[in-house]
Structures are given as C-alpha cells and as structure tokens.
C-alpha cells in the first residue's frame, strides 16, 4: 500500500509572523520548510540569526484584556500560540506592558523550531518567489529587494514606503541609578522603570542639542511617510510639545526633593531579567549613534552613559493588504499564496503573529483540501483581518487594533464604557473557546 505523504507548507521569512505560521501549519499536520536569510544575509536592524528577534523596543503593549493589544494577546494565548508561550516564558515585567528580555524570547522561539519535527529550516535568501504552494511570504517590513522585486511581480501592488525608528539601549553601569526616580507616568507606585527628570532648563537644552544633531532620517521625509508609534524624537523637536505631551510626558510623577511636577522625563525600562540593559522608552530616533551618546547624555542622570544598541531608523515596506487580501490571509483569486506580518501593514509584533497563526492554520488547511477557517467575528483577531483586508486602500496605513473595532454589543446603549468592554470580552474568550473547540470552517474567505 502506497503511503500518503504529509501536505507541505513553504514559509519565507523566520521573524514573529513566520515563525508563528509555520508553527501552526506544522502543528496541524503539515511537513513545513521554513526560509530564513539571516545569518548569511540581514536586515539593518536584526543582530542575531534568531527566528522571532524583537527589532524594536522589547515591549509587547498592554497586558490586560480591558486594553485592545491586551485582548489580543489574550486571544492568541487561547489559540496556543508559539509567540505568546515564548514571550510568557520570558517575561522581564508584566506590571502593564509586557516586557520581555528579547534574546531569552527568540532563543525560546528557535529552540521551539529547531525541535518540531515537522518544520525544517534552511539558512537561505529567497530570491525569487517559488511556484510551490501553498506558500506564506513572512519576509516583514524589511524584506530584501530581490524578493520584494518578485512578489510585485506577482501581485502587481505598489509599495508604500515608511520610516520608523527605535530606541536606544544603555548600560546599568554607565547610569546613575541613585538619582533617578522610579515609577511610572501612569502610576507612581508601579516600580518596573525609573525616570530622569528634567527642569526647563534641561528640557530646553535637550531640545537644541536634538534639533543640532545629524541624523539618518532624509531631509526631504514626508510626514504621511512616518509611523507614529515609532516616531523618531528629531522629528517631534520642531514642536517641543509633541514632546512634552508625548514621550516625555511625566504624567502624574512628582519631583521628590521640589514637590513639583518635572517639565519632562526620560523614562527607562528593563531590557533583561537581571536589569543590566534598559532601553530610553520612547526615545525612538536616527541620530548618528556618536551624537546619540552626547545628547542623551546630556539628560541628568544619563552623564557618562555607554549606548550598546543605538537607536536606529529603517525605511520599511508594506503593501496595500486591502487591495488584495481575503480575511482568511489568502490572496484573493492567489491560489495557495498567503501573506502576513509587516509586509501587510500589520504596526506591531503582536499583530504580524494573529497573522501569522491564521495564515499557518490556512496554508494546512488547503494543502489538505479544506476549507479556510475564519477567527470568530466577536474577536480583536477577527477585527484586525477585517481591517487588514476591509480598509479603504487609498488610506491604508500600518494597523493596529482597537476597540473600536470590535463588533458591536447587542443593546449596549444601557452600559457605561466599562461594562461594554466587560462584555466584549467576555464575548471574545467565549468565541476563542468555542473555536478551538471546533474550528469549523467559514463560507467566504
Ligand atoms: C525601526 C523599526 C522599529 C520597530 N519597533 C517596533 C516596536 O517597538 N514594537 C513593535 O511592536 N513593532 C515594531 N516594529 C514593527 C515590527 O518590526 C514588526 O511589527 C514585526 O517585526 C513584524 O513581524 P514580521 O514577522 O512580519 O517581520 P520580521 O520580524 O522583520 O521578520 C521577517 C523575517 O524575514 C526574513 N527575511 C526577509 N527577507 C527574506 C528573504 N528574502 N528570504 C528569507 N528570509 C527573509 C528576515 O530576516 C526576518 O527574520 C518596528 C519596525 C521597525 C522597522
């Protein structure tokens, strides 16, 4: 008797929305090849050859549910996911964003991969999209040329370009700990960060020493070219209460020795479990990473500071998803083509993984002939491929979720606000359930 063999997926690109698809393909039966070009060829902002490597803060949003990113990931969490288990095994701090220390993250990610038996992966550059299918392109916003020249030439979609930046990295060592506060803008009481505090007179300083310094970000950057979760601070300097209502905002902290408000903070974050590393929160920008030390180190507190990752600006891609996406991941009339992640205008990590478990799932689904499967319509998951896929193309623009989104609570004009989300939520962990229980699957996708 003739054995059957197991159906294939083929996925490109190792970070947090490939290596979430080819999880779940391989976890629902399928053999997966998975493509990932580092070491031998990288992106300006990944330093490891890890799969799933945060190129950004090491922040995952968040945490509670009664927050749209927290909703998110409290869905993913139902569904098993590889990122979710992996950021929860690696957490720094949890008090309200999810922290993780970036390197335990991806280790865990990769040993994950590296131990399934059912997902092979080859250290290779992809450069022409293969005829295989299904396939699932997961190459994010930095995907190299060759292959971002390939997939225009399948899909005929235009690009759109962005700039975004990330923070800086600095030393324990090099800081002063003893005159830093901390606390946090939001609750004075929540000890994950300490803040530097600065006077007019800094904050002033600050800002000239900003507007003077050369930085990677092009001269002639249109401001619709910018995300603005990820907004370099030279580009805020020209209006210093962007700054100050921004990520300088110091909230409800308080000067211990004047009993004043300071005119703005600097806040740092944990980077690791042992707090060797803190990242300048916000700090997001392009500076030349010399120029980085003297201007950061102009912050009191931050005198002397060692920068071990500078922050760094990238032009990133994404393609217009609306224009050409169905809600199951699925390229509408593309055969087994699915695409996820950055590469799709998903803004945040969380997000590129959702796309990544249905875009999995899918490819599995239909080298096994099934229907696709569709999240259920009461989730965050569910509003976010409606948006991906639903949007008006001429505007689209990286998406991140919100509550907004969520379909509407049958007679909800009696709840306040709070008792809506209690509602919404409780809807969504109800429709998770329900669907893990029973994937069935949908009839459009
Ligand atoms: C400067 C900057 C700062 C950011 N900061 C944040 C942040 O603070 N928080 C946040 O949530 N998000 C941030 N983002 C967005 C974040 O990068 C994405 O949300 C997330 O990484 C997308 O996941 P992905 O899997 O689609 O792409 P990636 O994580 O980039 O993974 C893509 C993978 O594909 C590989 N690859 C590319 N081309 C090929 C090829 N041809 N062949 C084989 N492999 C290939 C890459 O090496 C990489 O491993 C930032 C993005 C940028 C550019």
Redesign the pocket.
Known sequence: MTELSAPQVTV?????????AAWQAAQAGAEVIL????PA??????RTDL???????N???VGVPEKASGLLKQELRQLDSLVLRCADDSVVSSTHELLVDRTAMAGAITDSIAAHPRIELRR????ELPDTEPLIV???????Q???RSVYRRLREPYRF?Y????PVVSLSSICERGLLPGSPRDPEDETGLNCLLDESAFDAFCAAVAAAQTTLPAEHAREEM?D??LPIEAMVHDPHLLRRGPMNPGRLMDPDSGQRPAAIVRLLPEDAESELWRLSEM?TGLLPEEQEQVFGMIPGLEGLEIVRPG???R?VCLCAPAFLARSGRVRNGEGLFL????IG????????A??WLAGVNAARWAQGQQPVLFPRETMLAALMNRLTGSNPDTFA?QLVNFGMLAAVPGDSDLSKEERRQVQIERSRAAVAEFVAEPGPEPSG
Request: hydrophobic share 40%; proline share 6%; charged share 15%.
């Open positions: 490109i690109g190792a970070g947090l929305a490939g290596a979430e493509y990932e070009m580092r060829s990288t992106t300006l902002l990944h799969p799933g490597e945060l190129v950004g803060t922040s995952l949003g290779e550059e992809v450069t997961a190459t994010g916003p930095l995907t190299s060759p292959l971002a962005f975004q930046a990330s923070a995300v979760r990820h997001a760094q600006i990238a990133s996820v992640g950055g590469l998903t803004a945040d990590y969380v997000e590129a993984a796309t990544g990286p």
